[in-house]
C-alpha cells in the first residue's frame, strides 16, 4: 500500500507504480475537514479539526485532506495543526492550479511526514463558459502548469477536473491523459453536483481507463457528490470499474445533500467484498465512535435510520423481524453491530412486537414468566404500545410489577 500511495511516475521508474487495477486495496481519502467543512453548518474551529484528524488517524484513514491552504488563514493553520499533530495518513491540502495556491499548500503541509497537494481546475462546458470563460485549450494549458508546479514540490500529486462527469469524455479524456504527463500520481473524478448515475459513471471510469495512455501509472479516484442520494452507489460503480482511491467523508457531509459517506463505502466494501473483491485500511469498530466524535463536535444529528451509523440501523421492531433475529441473527442482519462499533443490536419494543420478543427481552430482566402471565403482560404492553411508540425496560418492568401479573 505505501507503494500505492507513493507512485513517483518519472522518478523512480514504472517497476515502483502501482496500478489501480491490479491492487485490490482502495485508498481511503477523507475529506470531511474540507469538503465535509463546507456543509452548511459544520464550520469547525481549530481544535475541533485536529479532535477529528486524530479520530481518522485511529480510524485508519490514509489520506486526510485538512483544508484548502489557500481558502483563509484559518483553513492554512489547520492544515499546519495537522499535519503537526498526525503521523500516520498522509496530510493533503486542496489548490486550485496557482502558483499561490500552491505555495501556500507547501508552506501549510511542511511538517507533515507524509503529504499531497490536491490541485483542480473545472473541465465541463458549464464551467468553462460560465465561471472561467476559457476555451478548451486555456483550460488544458492551466491543468498542465498547475500539475507541474505542484510537482516542482511534491511528490505526491493529485489533480481533479472538477464537474468531471458533465465533461465531454474525448475533453476529459485529454486533460487527464496531460496532467499524468505533467506528473499527476492520482487523477480524481469529481461528480461535483451528484449528477451521475452508476451506469454513466461507471461508464466515465471505464471510457477513461481504455483511452487515456499512461493511466496505469495513476491511481484513479473517485468523488461522488450526493444529490441525487447516488453518491456511494457511484462511489461503488467506480471502484467495480478498477479506480483504487475513494473520496467520502464521515457521515456523509458536505457541500448540499453531501458527499458519499465514508462508513457506508466501508461497510459496503466490506460486507460486499464477495462481489467489489477490494478491501479498506478501516478499523470498522471505530466508524460509530467517530460518526458520533463529529456529530456532537459540528451539532449536525445524524438521521435515526442513516445506514450504518444512524441509531436504528441495527434496531428490529417488528415482531416478525425480532422473532427472526432471536431465531438467527443473519434472517434480519447483514452486518454485526460489533463490526461498527455499536455495542448490540437493540431490539426495540413497540407496538408491532410480538410476545416471544417481549418473552425474551423479560427474561432478560430477570422475569422468568410462566404462559399464563405472559399472556397478561402482553395484554397490556398491547395497550400501552397503542399509546407509546417505544416501550422501555423500565416501562417493562412497571407493567410485571403493577400490572395483572404482580400488582
Ligand atoms: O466536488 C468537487 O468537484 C470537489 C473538487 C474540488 C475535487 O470537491
Ligand atoms: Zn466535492
Not at 481544535?47 to 480510524?59: D, M, T
Not at 466508524?287 to 450504518?308: C, D, E, F, M
Amino acid at each position: 500500500i505505501h507503494t500505492l500511495l507513493r507512485p513517483m511516475p518519472g522518478r523512480s521508474g514504472e517497476g515502483e507504480t502501482v496500478t489501480e487495477a491490479a491492487s485490490n486495496r482502495v485508498v481511503i481519502f477523507d475529506t470531511t475537514l474540507r469538503d465535509g467543512e463546507q456543509s452548511p453548518g459544520a464550520s469547525m474551529d481549530l481544535g475541533q479539526k485536529l479532535q477529528i484528524a486524530k479520530a481518522l488517524e485511529a480510524l485508519g484513514v490514509d489520506v486526510i485532506e485538512a483544508g484548502f491552504a489557500a481558502a483563509s488563514p484559518g483553513d492554512l493553520e489547520a492544515i499546519q495543526g495537522v499535519s503537526r499533530h498526525v503521523s500516520g495518513p498522509i496530510i493533503c491540502s486542496l489548490a486550485r492550479c496557482t502558483q499561490g495556491d500552491i505555495d501556500a499548500s507547501w508552506k501549510a503541509l511542511q511538517d507533515a511526514p507524509r503529504r499531497r497537494i490536491h490541485v483542480f481546475l473545472a473541465t465541463s462546458p458549464i464551467h468553462r463558459d460560465f465561471k472561467l470563460k476559457l476555451a478548451k485549450e486555456e483550460i488544458v494549458k492551466r491543468a498542465v502548469e498547475g500539475v507541474r508546479r505542484a510537482r516542482e514540490r511534491f511528490d505526491d500529486v493529485e489533480f481533479s477536473p472538477e464537474d468531471a462527469a458533465r465533461t465531454e469524455l474525448e475533453f476529459l479524456a485529454e486533460v487527464v491523459e496531460r496532467a499524468i504527463e505533467a506528473g499527476a500520481t492520482t487523477v480524481n473524478i469529481p461528480d461535483t453536483v451528484g449528477y451521475a448515475l452508476p451506469q454513466t459513471y461507471a461508464e466515465t471510469i471505464r471510457y477513461l481507463r481504455a483511452h487515456v495512455r499512461g493511466i496505469e501509472r495513476a491511481v484513479i479516484s473517485v468523488h461522488c457528490h450526493n444529490d441525487l442520494g447516488l453518491a456511494v452507489a457511484n462511489s461503488l460503480a467506480g471502484v467495480l470499474e478498477g479506480a483504487r482511491q475513494v473520496e467520502c467523508t464521515i457521515n456523509g457531509i458536505g457541500e448540499r445533500a453531501g458527499n458519499a459517506s465514508l462508513e457506508e463505502v466501508v461497510m459496503a466494501v466490506r460486507t460486499r467484498r464477495d462481489v467489489l473483491k477490494v478491501e479498506t485500511g478501516i478499523r470498522t469498530d471505530r466508524l460509530y465512535p467517530t460518526s458520533r466524535l463529529l456529530s456532537q463536535v459540528t451539532g449536525l444529528a445524524v438521521q435515526r435510520n442513516k445506514a450504518i451509523v444512524g441509531q436504528n440501523a441495527f434496531a428490529h421492531e417488528a415482531g416478525i423481524h425480532q422473532h427472526g433475529m432471536l431465531t438467527h441473527r443473519e434472517t434480519y442482519e447483514i452486518m454485526r453491530p460489533e463490526e461498527v462499533g455499536f455495542a448490540r443490536s437493540s431490539l426495540v419494543l413497540g407496538k408491532h412486537s410480538g410476545r416471544h420478543a417481549l418473552k425474551e427481552r423479560l427474561a432478560a430482566l430477570g422475569y422468568g414468566l410462566d404462559d399464563k402471565q405472559l399472556d397478561l403482560v402482553f395484554a397490556d404492553f398491547k395497550t400501552l404500545a397503542d399509546k407509546k411508540k417505544d416501550i422501555y425496560d423500565a416501562d417493562l418492568e412497571a407493567l410485571v410489577i403493577h400490572g395483572q401479573v404482580l400488582g
